[in-house]
């Protein structure tokens, strides 16, 4: 995140993922979602969402040294449902050629950059992309299984980009309409649909305003245990002559503390923050 994206504390988007969650998970066995918004109308791809087309590459610390990471901005710490087709007679193999299905987007209730993957069994003969929306999965009577894994796909505008990368989003389905997503995998486990978070401390002054030029710290990366692309925000706060980037490791920031040097306050504030 960068140095003015701290948003208020609050957590009514978790809120409401938790429902619209609960809701998927009962609107699967009457053929829809309860808390879905009216169709949309417009055809073609999914396009105009509220995000930047450029994915901020931002300099960080990790125990010393320098690390990078994506900043996607403030997300929920619950998982959606994602769709992803597999061979109903070898469960373990996918569908070639079938695009994910989603059934909401950001702007909308419920939405979130991480996803909890729901398996649509299809049989032989099934042809790739012949379902392309949330209702035209169930109605086709097919078994869909809940799994545990959790992937960070978030959804982009057609032509998004991250900044240093030549990677290009992919292709899935919302509601009958092209959608597209950076898939980041599945580093974020999950406790059910919610996400487990590793802390990241960003640094305050005792007014309330951010540390000019100080990276944020985290303590983990990708590999080690505890990592996930969601971050809970720790908010750090320090005294007037702190000099930027002094403190570069959470065990450095943890002996201030000690030290009654800062104080450290957990927020309710999360966000996906991949380190690549």
Not at 42 to 58: A, W
Not at 62 to 68: A, E, I, L, S
Not at 76 to 90: E, K, M, T
Not at 246 to 275: F, H, K, R, W
Request: with cysteine; charged share 15%; hydrophobic share 40%.
């Amino acid at each position: 995140m960068g140095p003015s994206d701290v948003p208020p504390k609050s957590r009514p988007n978790a809120v409401i993922a938790v429902v619209a969650v609960v809701l998927f998970l009962a609107g699967l066995g009457v053929g829809f979602l309860l808390w879905r918004p009216a169709p949309v109308s417009p055809l073609g791809p999914v396009d105009g969402l509220s995000r930047t087309d450029m994915i901020p590459l931002v300099d960080g610390w990790v125990n010393g040294t320098d690390v990078q990471y994506l900043d996607y901005g403030p997300m929920s710490n619950v998982a959606v449902p994602i769709l992803v087709f597999f061979q109903a007679g070898s469960p373990d193999t996918p569908v070639a050629g079938q695009r994910n299905i989603i059934d909401t987007i950001p702007g909308q209730p419920g939405y979130s950059d991480f996803w909890r993957v729901h398996k649509v069994l299809a049989p032989a003969g099934y042809v790739a992309n012949s379902i392309q929306s949330f209702e035209e999965a169930v109605a086709s009577g097919y078994t869909i299984e809940e799994t545990g894994l959790i992937v960070n796909c978030p959804v982009v505008n057609p032509g998004a980009q991250i900044q240093g990368s030549n990677t290009a989003p992919v292709s899935g389905w919302y509601r009958g309409r092209e959608v597209f997503y950076f898939d980041h995998g599945v580093d974020s486990p999950g406790d059910g649909s919610v996400v487990r978070d590793a802390p990241i401390y960003v640094f305050f002054r005792s007014d309330g305003t951010m540390v000019p030029g100080q990276r944020n710290v985290i303590d983990v990366v990708p590999g080690d245990a505890g990592y996930s692309d969601l971050w809970r925000v720790m908010m750090v706060t320090v005294g007037a002559s702190y000099m930027a980037n002094t403190l570069q490791s959470a065990a450095a920031i943890g002996a201030e503390e000690a030290a009654g040097n800062l104080t450290i306050a957990t927020t309710d504030i999360y966000v996906n923050c991949p380190v690549v």
